[in-house]
């Protein structure tokens, strides 16, 4: 069993920025991908990064140039940096892990870009 444990969130000006951290329990050497998706208040859970297993990355077009995904396989974390941050981008930040057989999510970290 994957548990996955997101950490990094909080309140933030506009065009500050934060590191979120997202480290998993359990065996994930067979991952997929890892990723980070975002929930804003009344809105259906978005797409915002992902990393493959070889280090390739996706990212949303709305935080392209501006967040950068990265992976430890040491420490079996992936992480998410985001810059220049907008008040469009607060929401609730879920990490995610794929696997052939399903996905893991964490249980949310808070983003809030308010000045």
């Known amino acids: 069993q994957v548990q996955l444990v997101e950490s990094g969130g909080g309140l933030v000006q506009p065009g500050g920025s934060l590191r979120l951290s997202c480290a998993a329990s359990?065996?994930?050497?067979?991952?997929?991908?890892m990723g980070w998706y975002r929930q804003a208040p009344g809105k259906q859970r978005d797409f915002v990064a992902r990393?493959?297993?070889?280090?390739?990355?996706d990212y949303a077009d709305s935080v392209k140039g501006r967040f950068t995904i990265s992976k430890d396989n040491g420490k079996k974390t992936h992480y998410l940096q985001m810059n220049s941050l907008k008040p469009e981008d607060t929401a609730v930040y879920y990490c995610?892990?794929?696997?052939?057989?399903?996905?893991?999510w964490g249980q949310g970290t808070q983003v809030t870009v308010s000045s």
């Open positions: 990393i493959t297993t070889t280090g390739s990355t």
């Open positions: 359990g065996i994930i050497f067979n991952a997929n991908d």
């Open positions: 995610h892990i794929g696997f052939t057989w399903g996905d893991s």
